[in-house]
């Protein structure tokens, strides 16, 4: 199957600072990539969806100014985490459409302090 | 938009013996509909799907069903083993949406040998 990676695997900061993951897709094309969040023991919950070329589209309650989102390629989206807070502190993965299936990243474990 | 059931959040089977786990989701217009494994602090791994236009679908010891009139779906693993020990999300797709997944809650499945 088509292979998503993510970069960091895990990331530290200070509370405050802004922190950026990366999502590619190594084998195929995406104009669509999806953003999600998974606190422990829960599910994976949309926060937006990426789109290349154009802005993306966030979910309701998810705030767009904190967490910013830049398709600028066919095979790259980035998720800035903008001053961040000990409450962000969680699992993000992303995930790529290749034809009808969804394929995910690794994920991302951010731990703000 | 769409909302997915998931139940039981927990489930425990002696090695040998079949699981079952079910969904509903609320929105007619959801055409796919995929399962994924997940291990503890990795990805979701998609293990089987099913499309609108089909009613069963049978993968080795896995099967899913889905009643588009009652708008539920359910996996289904036979001869449990050990290693199926995980927490399995069920999800569903609308294209209506943009192709964004909707998932369930999750069902943390645990196999004793």
């Known amino acids: 199957g088509a292979v998503v990676s993510q970069h960091p695997s895990w990331v530290i900061c200070k509370s405050g600072t802004s922190v950026k993951i990366e999502c590619r897709s190594l084998?195929?094309?995406?104009?669509?990539m999806f953003w999600y969040r998974q606190f422990p023991k829960q599910s994976l919950m949309l926060m937006a969806t990426?789109?290349?070329?154009?802005?993306?589209?966030?979910e309701q309650g998810v705030e767009k100014d904190k967490f910013l989102i830049n398709h600028a390629s066919l095979t790259l989206s980035t998720l800035t985490v903008t001053s961040a807070h000990p409450e962000d502190s969680s699992f993000y993965i992303c995930?790529?459409?290749?034809?009808?299936?969804?394929?995910f990243g690794p994920g991302t474990r951010l731990t703000v302090l | 938009g769409e909302n997915v059931e998931q139940h039981p959040s927990t489930l425990s089977v002696q090695e040998g013996d079949s699981a079952v786990i079910k969904c509903t989701y609320s929105?007619?217009?959801?055409?796919?509909f995929p399962w994924y494994k997940q291990e503890l602090g990795k990805r979701p791994q998609l293990i089987i799907d099913?499309?609108?236009?089909?009613g069963e679908k049978k993968d080795q010891r896995i099967a899913v069903t889905l009643n588009k009139t009652a708008k539920h779906f359910s996996l289904h693993i036979t001869e449990t083993q050990p290693e199926d020990s995980a927490v399995y999300f069920c999800a569903a797709r609308s294209y209506n949406q943009g192709g964004k997944l909707i998932f369930g809650q999750g069902t943390e499945l645990s196999v004793k040998p």
């Open positions: 990426s789109n290349e070329g154009s802005k993306a589209t966030y």
């Open positions: 099913i499309r609108s236009n089909v």
């Open positions: 084998d195929f094309q995406a104009t669509t």
């Open positions: 995930s790529a459409p290749d034809r009808d299936t969804q394929y």
């Open positions: 929105d007619s217009a959801s055409n796919y």
